[in-house]
């Protein structure tokens, strides 16, 4: 059968990629939830969907954006995206949870926590993928971005949380980092995982408002100086520390500036086409490597085997060589 | 046969076993060479060995030390093996070299180099293990360690430089991570790689002597602000910013100091024993995945297929999708 009258739920794929690629919002979120899908029709399906839509234009621009829960994302996001849509961008947010492998369900990417932004024509919002791991939310959003950009959208943001491992998947999908902080120091950093702080091509330190003002203009001097005794990024950017106030809406404008300014620079010393290749070819060998696992680890017994190894090495009764060789021997 | 008489180069296991535990350190040599063999007559002898001497003994202390070539590593080693072999510590000092599978070979674990201490009875120094990876070469510093410790080695300082990705790697084989820096902060810092500092759990400004002791002192009060607006760290430890001369053999014993004090802390809030149980169980699934890798890439004409689809996916006319599915069906 002609791979244009196969049918993904109620409609046709050569449909459903019409849809995607006229920017309709409705094709974007069906085209998302069948490659997300794990039925092995749908997999044969959103492999020629991928397909079809991969179109090297570069013309989309990927950001990462993360900070501890309270920190304000949403409310900047929200600010952040419609002051985009306002300048004529289309803008998606996506977002990778840690948490959404769990009974509590995704804490990201409400819609319901942007209100202003997901009614706005020009913007899509897309909870967090489900994954049975976070390797498997990270591959499905790499695919969401791609068809997000496949629909038109010129700025995709992929919002997630600084606590796990999440952000050194969300670094690798992205072209620029950015990291949410408070002013304080102390107890509103304790979430953040080290070495975030690093990874981040800009912080921003919100809810620089009120009779919070002079804390955060104190933060971020702190930052500045903290961010002069960090190594050059690979980028060969300069990090910017800035203070913003989702609420009063003020360095909204400012960020997108520094984000332009990284735009021209990137894109000119070649570190931008670089960096997307380089992630793309890490994305691959990523895959393999899950696959590889996703295999050995699906045996029968394989689980209660590797168990009960790894009870005896915690205690020091067999070691990693051994073990490994008794699991492989057949 | 039995094992006791099966050969290992020139000597029996059992010889070799009774040796090492005695902690001669010429049979602890050919032990180490031993576990890095790749013929797999020595793989069967390095499994029977590795399990023998594996006795849950706990009682040293095994400390990763970074920083950039230029940064006094050797010469600070020195003075710090001294110290501690002068109050009746024995001390092995092994090394992971990222350079050493390129042809420039070793520039760590030169005897040469720390010539006072490589002619203390008490002391051991053992040049970078050779690997095909950098895994690879983790691996066997991994069993390295584990036989410097049946030996009755108290100290294992694993040296390595602050350039690669094998402070990871050392970091998870290790209870205390120590960046040695310079003061200055700009140029001299070039080298290390963005987040080590995030990962140090203890940062020494070397070379805090004479002309240079006061620009050392304003370095100190800097890291130490930055060190601030990190996040704790997992062992709740707060990171110590230290000064020394490795050549006045000044801050030295200070450094021993704030180990000890690091030990104490670690062992009575439990962090130390979870570490070490975490990083065994990590190694363990390391090594099914470097199997599980070994097996697929060493397959005839992978590498080409692999190539191929590199390329395509570099140039955006393959997806990732599509590059695994392919290599994957039969």
Same mark, same amino acid.
């Given at each position: ?39 092995? %029709? ?8 991928? /397909? ?8 989309? #621009? ?17 600010? #952040?995206?419609?002051? @985009? ?11 990778? %949870? !840690? ?20 009614? /706005? ?15 498997? *939310? ?5 695919? +969401? ?9 010129? *700025? ?10 999440? &952000?050194?998947?969300?670094? %690798? ?13 102390? /107890? ?15 912080? =921003? ?9 002079? +804390?955060?203009?104190?933060?971020? &001097? ?16 300069? *990090? !910017? ?6 609420? &009063? ?13 990284? =735009? ?7 570190? #931008? ?7 793309? @070819? ?41 073990? *490994?060789? &008794?699991?492989?021997?057949?």
């Amino acid at each position: 059968m002609d791979s244009t009258f196969r049918r993904t739920g109620n409609i046709h794929l050569q449909d459903l990629i019409d849809g995607l690629l006229s920017g309709n919002r409705a094709f974007l979120s069906k085209a998302i939830t069948l490659v997300e899908s794990k039925r092995s %029709d749908d997999k044969k399906l959103s492999a020629e969907l991928i /397909d079809q839509i991969l179109k090297p234009t570069n013309k989309s #621009f990927r950001i990462g954006i993360t900070g501890v829960p309270g920190v304000g994302k949403s409310t900047f996001i929200e600010a #952040f995206g419609k002051m @985009l849509t306002a300048i004529g961008k289309k803008v998606a947010v996506l977002s990778v %949870d !840690p948490s959404s492998n769990r009974t509590k369900g995704s804490i990201l990417g409400d819609k319901t926590r942007m209100d202003e932004l997901s009614k /706005d024509p020009n913007a899509f919002i897309r909870p967090s993928a489900s994954g049975s791991s976070l390797g498997g *939310v990270a591959h499905n959003t790499r695919e +969401a971005i791609l068809l997000c950009e496949a629909a038109g959208f010129d *700025v995709i943001i992929i919002e997630t949380v600084g606590v796990g491992q999440s &952000e050194t998947l969300v670094k %690798d999908m992205v072209d620029y980092f950015l990291l949410l902080m408070l002013a304080g120091g102390g /107890d509103e950093l304790q979430g953040i995982k080290r070495g975030i702080m690093e990874m981040a091509d800009h912080i =921003l330190i919100n809810k620089a408002d009120r009779d919070n003002l002079k +804390a955060a203009k104190r933060a971020r &001097e702190d930052y500045k100086n903290a961010v002069h005794l960090f190594p050059p990024n690979e980028a060969a950017w300069e *990090v !910017p520390v800035g203070l913003c106030s989702a609420i &009063e809406k003020t360095g909204v404008k400012e960020t997108w500036g520094e984000i332009e300014k990284f =735009l021209s620079q990137t894109k000119s010393n070649g570190w #931008f086409d670089e960096n997307r290749k380089r992630q793309a @070819l890490k994305w691959f060998h990523e895959r393999i490597q899950a696959r590889l696992e996703d295999h050995f680890y699906s045996k029968p017994e394989i689980k209660q085997e590797i168990k009960k190894r790894e009870e005896l090495i915690s205690s020091q009764k067999l070691s990693v060589r051994k073990a *490994v060789d &008794e699991l492989f021997k057949d």
